[in-house]
Structure formats: C-alpha cells, structure tokens
C-alpha cells in the first residue's frame, strides 16, 4: 500500500487497538513517489543495436588474471523461430582476455573451462554502448569446496532441535562449560549434519580447555559447511596458537574470500602474517582491522603500532600508539600504550639505536574464550565488513546502474504481475542471543508492476489479495521484498542516493560489481519507510548492491540504518536480500527474483527476525492471462546459482 493512501492510517488504528500494547510496524521498499517531488534522470548510456567486441576476461580465486589456458564458449539458447543459432569458442590470450568480434547485443550462455578448474556456465547479456564489452568470469580451482547458494531458513531446523541448542547456550553463557559440552555431544547426535551443532560443540570443549577435541569439531563443521565463518576463524585462531601460521593464514583467506571480513579477520590475519615476518601484508591487514572495529579497536590499534615499530617505521609506531588513549583512556590497552610511547620517544631522541628485539605482538582480546552470543543475533552493519575486490579492475557506478536497470526493466516490462508463494518465520531474540521459538506463516503473494515517470517502474505488493496485516506471524508486519532492489535502480529515485562502486568481487561463486549506496538527507525518494497507528517514517538507509558481470542481473542487496530513527525507537535494522534465476515452463523465459531475505530489527529494546523464503513464481503477462506456469529447475545450473 502507498505512503499516500488515506485508507492505510484506518486499518491501522484499528489494528493496533485490537493488538491492545502491542504497535503495528509496518516496513515498506519502493513505493511511488509523488509525481511533483521527484526528479528523475535518463540513462547516461546510450544504448545501440550494432554489433559489439565482447571481452571475456578469466580471473582466478583471488581475482587476479588466470595464467592457465580457458577455453570460453559463447552461444546462444533462445528458441524463437527466428534467432539464428550461435555457437562460438575462443581461447584467451594475453591478460586472461578471450575476444569475441561483432556479437550482437542479447541474451546469451557462455561456459568457461580449463584444466584443474571448475567449469563454469553463465547467463550473458550483452549490450553495445559504443565501447568494447567486457564481462568478467572467476573460475576456482577442483580442491577449491563447493559453498552452494543462500543459506536455507532457520525454521526448518526442529522446534527440538533449536530447545536443546538453547540449552547449550545458556550452559556456555553460565560458563558451565562441562554441561555445555555434554549438551552440545547431544546435539551433534541428534542433528550430525548441523555444522551449527558441532562449531558450539568445539566451543564448549574451549571452554573445557581441551583444544584438540574442539580442533575436531571446527574441522567437522567445516566438512558439512566449509563456508562457516566461525569455524573458519575459530581454528585459526588454534593453528596461530600452534604455530601453524600458514595453515591459519589459508583458513582465514578462505574465510575472506567466501564472505567478505569484520575485524576480527583482518585481525587474525595481521597476527598470523606477522609471525610469520611478512611485515607489510600484516600491517595492511591490522590497518584494516583498526578502521572497522569500532568499539574493540584497542587491540587492533596496538597491534598494528608493533607491526610498524618492527618494521622500523618508529615514528608512525609511536603516532599509532598515541591514538590508544586518545580513543580508549583508562583502559589496559591504554596504559601498555603510554609505556611504549615512552620507549620509542626514548629512542627517536637517540640515534643510532637498534630496535628492541623480541617486542611481543598483542593477543586477540579473549579469542579462545566462548562468548554469551555464540549465535550472534544479527550480522555486522555494511561498514563493518568488506569484500575482496580484483586488483587493478576499475569500474563506473552510474554505469553499472544503467545496464542494471536496463537489463531489469527489460525483463519486467512485458509483464504485469507475478505472484509467489511466501513461506515467512519469525523470532524474537533474547538479550542473550538465544532465539525464541518460530513462528510461521505461509501467503499467496502478488505483485503488480507498473511504468512510472516515463522510464522507470514501481511495484505494489500484497498477501492473499490484501495487506492482510492480522494474518502476519506478528504485529511486526513486513513488505516489499520485490520492491526493494526495483526501488533502487530506478531513475525516479537515482538522485536521492549517493553510489560508489567499490569494485569487483566474487558472489556464489560468480563476478559481481559491487556498489555502495547511502541515501542524501532530505530526500523524498526514499525507498524505506516505517509505518505505525501514529506517523509513518522515511528510514534513511545504506548498504550496498551486488550485481552479476556477465549478466548485471541482481545477486545481493544488503541495507543497515544510516542512523537510529528516535522517535520510532528503531536501533538497528539489517535486512539481507539474496536474488536469484527463476525460470518457468516454457522453458527459455527467466526472470531474476528474489529466493529469500532476512530481516534483523532491534526495535523499542527488543530483538526480532524476520525470514522470507519466496518459491512457485508465476507469471502474468500484459495483453494475456497466465502466460507461463510453475518454476522448474533450471536444464543446466551452476552449484552457486542453486537455491
């Protein structure tokens, strides 16, 4: 429902009088802005129907230009009468790049392969802008593990199961730590494949202080998920205390690579470097660990002080000891700063003088010890993590924004609706982190698409033909899954945001361009809103977008406040929407839509999440009814583009 309709603030006094204390919030993505309030904007590109010079380009895990022989082949899979078929290979030469001359702009496949990698296919789209067009593509190595697509819903895990994980943590918040190993072995028992199961296990035998059961346990859950961000970090923090530094440095890459890092990576990354004296990849490391550990940078900025006093750099050691108790008085970490600065003062003031030998590098603050909120209620804000981007690629965001969009509203234009079946969980946290019990609901959701200010498009989305707010798991309503990512290419909402593209990197396994965004005060094109029995709320949001290189379709779109919203008594909302291809019974149509979101909230001092799973699409056209059937699985589909 619009921000503008009057009939919204109605039901919704009503509603919150029959919930008695409890406030209806309700959240909103896209909606249509105000004719008169908008300014919108035409595509900076000019999109032509000549032919074009396509540019492969082939890069490996890390994102650096694969040395090893690719074979790339381009051909087409539309089944119209009247396309000519296109069947083309072409091996990459110099740089990793595989050309392709006078390619007309379209839809197309390419599969790259070479010895000891995986092969990969993906969906190409290729437009002619007046340049050359390059796409990118990552091949990873046989040994590399498959890390398959978004995670699978919470709730699907037994009501039993969660009981007795609960349990478990409430041992390991009670430091009873025997209790908690006891409880977390039955688990582990109860649920072998729950790599969740057997990380907390591992924890638990920390707390025991018997190191190589817990190793064990890492190691277990990182055979069902080798993407498990805990026990990736969690053994490498054993193999630094072992001195299995390079071991501890490929756990933590993995870890880096799969889903970006927080500071305690880079941390532990810095430590493991510099012990094993490779000076400047650490002090990169420990410089980026400072910067997003916010509150728990004391350790961070110590760290790297030492790292630079190592590398001879004195002055800028004792410039980075002196920001410790600046930032951080009174504290430990304070106090062993002043007496370093007063080492190495004593030290610049005489010339000549060797560095202190054996000068220690800081532990991380409590790494092995278990924390009361081992199932970390909510992910870390977009600013607090980052991505490992390709050397040495530069790209434009008004530029991928514009073949995003173009590529989007290419695929939706010729429809009008299309409906899905909703599967939607919800849970609230305790303070402790322990979730509450699930409780679910399933709808029949639709959304109506519809052209806005002459180049751009919004999305009206419904449950069961209506808000149908009383038949929501909670009072705590959500809406505009679908909306979100339309919201926010669109032209008529461009200018209310600020976009940098921060570069390129890897998603499911695939080449995305990936973009900030941070929305400018003052707008009126805001794609998020609150609403309650009282007012409704432009929620200032950032986060950032991801989208596919070859195809500039949707991959990802995270979002975090920009700042608290006071008056709502909103503190954090982390919402996590994952796209993927979904294709339909005539066997050559594909849309890119959402598979599922998740949705954290911290919200007048209490916590909630929100789950949506979104399956059985179904398509209705413009000039038609139904015009394709139920999803299908896709004929050939890559591991990371499952859902």
């Known amino acids: 429902m619009l921000a503008s309709d009057p009939r919204l603030f109605p039901r919704l006094r009503i509603l919150s009088f029959l919930l008695g204390s409890l406030l209806l919030a309700h959240t909103t993505?896209?909606?249509?802005?105000?004719?008169?309030?908008?300014?919108?904007?035409?595509?900076?590109?000019?999109?032509?129907?000549?032919?074009?010079?396509?540019?492969?380009?082939?890069?490996?895990?890390?994102?650096?230009?694969?040395?090893?022989?690719?074979?790339?082949?381009?051909?087409?899979?539309?089944?119209?009468?009247?396309?000519?078929?296109?069947?083309?290979?072409?091996?990459?030469?110099?740089?990793?790049?595989?050309?392709?001359?006078?390619?007309?702009?379209?839809?197309?496949?390419i599969e790259v392969s070479s010895i000891g990698f995986k092969k990969t296919r993906q969906h190409l789209h290729v437009v002619n802008c007046g340049d050359d067009f390059s796409v990118y593509v990552y091949l990873h190595s046989q040994s590399e593990p498959d890390f398959g697509g978004p995670a699978k819903l919470t709730s699907l895990m037994k009501l039993e199961l969660q009981n007795e994980i609960n349990k478990g943590l409430d041992f390991l918040q009670k430091k009873q730590y025997e209790r908690a190993a006891t409880q977390f072995a039955k688990v582990s028992r109860l649920a072998p494949e729950n790599p969740d199961a057997w990380y907390l296990q591992g924890k638990a035998e920390l707390?025991?202080?018997?190191?190589?059961?817990?190793?064990?346990?890492?190691?277990?859950?990182?055979?069902?998920?080798?993407?498990?961000?805990?026990?990736?970090?969690?053994?490498?923090?054993?193999?630094?205390?072992?001195?299995?530094?390079?071991?501890?440095?490929?756990?933590?890459?993995?870890?880096?690579?799969?889903?970006?890092?927080?500071?305690?990576?880079?941390?532990?990354?810095?430590?493991?470097?510099?012990?094993?004296?490779?000076?400047?990849?650490?002090?990169?490391h420990a410089a980026r660990a400072a910067d997003l550990a916010a509150g728990d940078a004391a350790a961070a900025m110590m760290l790297l002080a030492d790292i630079l006093y190592r590398e001879g750099k004195k002055s800028e050691a004792k410039q980075a000891w002196e920001r410790v108790p600046e930032r951080f008085p009174g504290s430990a970490a304070a106090k062993e700063a002043n007496k370093k600065i007063t080492m190495v003062s004593n030290e610049l003031n005489q010339t000549n003088l060797p560095l202190v030998e054996g000068l220690s590098l800081p532990?991380?603050?409590?790494?092995?010890?278990?924390?009361?909120?081992?199932?970390?209620?909510?992910?870390?804000?977009?600013?607090?993590?980052?991505?490992?981007?390709?050397?040495?690629?530069?790209?434009?965001?008004?530029?991928?924004?514009?073949?995003?969009?173009?590529?989007?509203?290419?695929?939706l234009l010729n429809f009008e609706k299309f409906t899905a079946t909703e599967h939607v969980v919800h849970q609230e946290i305790e303070q402790s982190g322990v979730p509450g019990p699930p409780r679910e609901k399933q709808f029949s959701y639709v959304v109506f698409v519809f052209p806005y200010a002459g180049n751009s498009l919004y999305l009206e989305e419904s449950r069961d033909g209506g808000p149908n707010y009383s038949a929501f798991p909670t009072s705590m309503v959500t809406t505009g899954i679908n909306s979100l990512g339309v919201a926010l290419l669109q032209p008529a909402n461009r200018e209310g945001f600020i976009y940098q593209c921060e570069g390129l990197t890897s998603v499911r396994g695939q080449a995305a361009w990936q973009i900030?965004?941070?929305?400018?005060?003052?707008?009126?094109?805001?794609?998020?809103?609150?609403?309650?029995?009282?007012?409704?709320?432009?929620?200032?949001?950032?986060?950032?977008?991801?989208?596919?290189?070859?195809?500039?379709?949707?991959?990802?779109?995270?979002?975090?406040?920009?700042?608290?919203?006071?008056?709502?008594?909103?503190?954090?909302?982390?919402?996590?929407?994952?796209?993927?291809?979904?294709?339909?019974?005539?066997?050559?149509?594909?849309?890119?839509?959402?598979?599922n979101a998740d949705m954290y909230m911290e919200y007048r001092h209490r916590r909630y999440h929100h789950q949506h799973a979104l399956t059985d699409y179904m398509l209705f056209g413009v000039d038609t009814t139904q015009k394709l059937g139920n999803p299908k699985t896709p004929p050939v589909e890559t591991q990371e583009q499952r859902p």
């Open 207 to 284: 707390g025991r202080q018997q190191k190589d059961a817990a190793r064990k346990d890492f190691e277990q859950a990182l055979s069902l998920d080798p993407a498990h961000e805990k026990a990736l970090l969690a053994l490498a923090e054993l193999q630094i205390e072992a001195g299995e530094e390079s071991a501890a440095i490929a756990s933590l890459e993995k870890a880096y690579r799969v889903d970006g890092a927080g500071w305690k990576t880079h941390f532990l990354l810095a430590s493991a470097y510099a012990q094993t004296n490779r000076l400047p990849e650490a002090e990169t």
């Open 516 to 595: 900030r965004f941070e929305e400018k005060k003052g707008t009126r094109a805001s794609i998020r809103l609150w609403r309650n029995s009282k007012a409704t709320y432009n929620v200032r949001v950032k986060g950032r977008v991801w989208f596919a290189s070859a195809s500039y379709d949707m991959l990802r779109i995270q979002t975090d406040l920009l700042e608290p919203v006071r008056d709502l008594g909103l503190t954090r909302d982390h919402l996590e929407v994952n796209y993927g291809p979904v294709s339909f019974e005539t066997g050559n149509q594909w849309l890119w839509l959402p598979w």
């Open 29 to 109: 993505w896209g909606q249509k802005p105000a004719t008169a309030d908008v300014h919108t904007t035409s595509s900076a590109l000019k999109f032509r129907d000549d032919p074009v010079l396509l540019r492969v380009r082939v890069l490996d895990a890390h994102g650096l230009p694969l040395n090893s022989p690719v074979q790339v082949r381009l051909f087409s899979n539309v089944k119209a009468p009247d396309a000519k078929p296109l069947d083309l290979t072409a091996d990459t030469q110099e740089g990793a790049i595989a050309d392709f001359s006078g390619v007309l702009p379209g839809d197309y496949e």
């Open 363 to 411: 532990s991380s603050p409590e790494a092995a010890a278990p924390s009361h909120d081992e199932l970390s209620w909510a992910p870390l804000d977009v600013d607090s993590r980052e991505y490992p981007t390709a050397n040495d690629v530069t790209c434009s965001a008004d530029e991928v924004l514009d073949l995003a969009q173009n590529r989007l509203n290419s695929q």
